[in-house]
C-alpha cells in the first residue's frame, strides 16, 4: 500500500504564508489535502490528478493555496498564501490509488497530518 509522509506547516501570523509537502511511496492516482479544525468536521482542500495535472480547490482556498509537484520524487506541495484565521487547522495528505471522486471516504491512504496555526 502507499504511504505518505508529510513535512511543514507550523505557526504563521495572518497574512503569512507556509508550505505543505507530501511524498508517496509510489505513484497513485490523485493526492491532495483535507483538514479539520477544532469543533469543525473535516474538509476537502485541494487535489491533484497525478497523470493529467489537474487540480482542484476549494472555493474558501481558491486564489490563496497553490499546488505543485515534484514527479520524480512522488512529492507533492501546498503553497498557502495569506492565511487568515479560518485556516488553522489540522492538515492531513490523502492519496486515491484509482479514481474514486476524492472524498474522505474515497481516499485509501492518509497522512500523519500537520498543523497550521495562524496568529494575528
Known amino acids: 500500500q502507499v504511504q505518505l509522509v508529510e513535512s511543514g506547516g507550523g505557526s504563521v501570523q495572518a497574512g503569512g504564508s507556509v508550505r505543505l509537502s507530501c511524498a508517496a511511496s509510489?505513484?497513485?492516482?490523485?493526492m491532495g489535502w483535507f483538514r479539520q479544525a477544532p469543533g469543525k468536521e473535516r474538509e476537502f482542500v485541494a487535489v491533484i490528478t497525478w497523470s493529467t495535472g489537474t487540480t482542484y480547490y476549494a472555493d474558501s482556498v481558491k486564489g490563496r493555496f497553490l499546488l505543485s509537484r515534484e514527479n520524480a520524487k512522488n512529492t507533492l506541495y501546498l503553497q498557502m498564501h495569506s492565511l487568515t484565521p479560518e485556516d488553522p487547522a489540522g492538515y492531513c495528505c490523502?492519496?486515491?490509488?484509482?479514481?474514486?471522486?476524492?472524498?474522505?471516504?474515497?481516499?485509501?491512504?492518509w497522512g500523519q497530518g500537520t498543523l497550521v496555526a495562524v496568529s494575528s
Open positions: 509510489t505513484s497513485v492516482y490523485a
Open positions: 490523502a492519496a486515491e490509488e484509482t479514481r474514486g471522486g476524492y472524498t474522505s471516504s474515497t481516499v485509501d491512504v
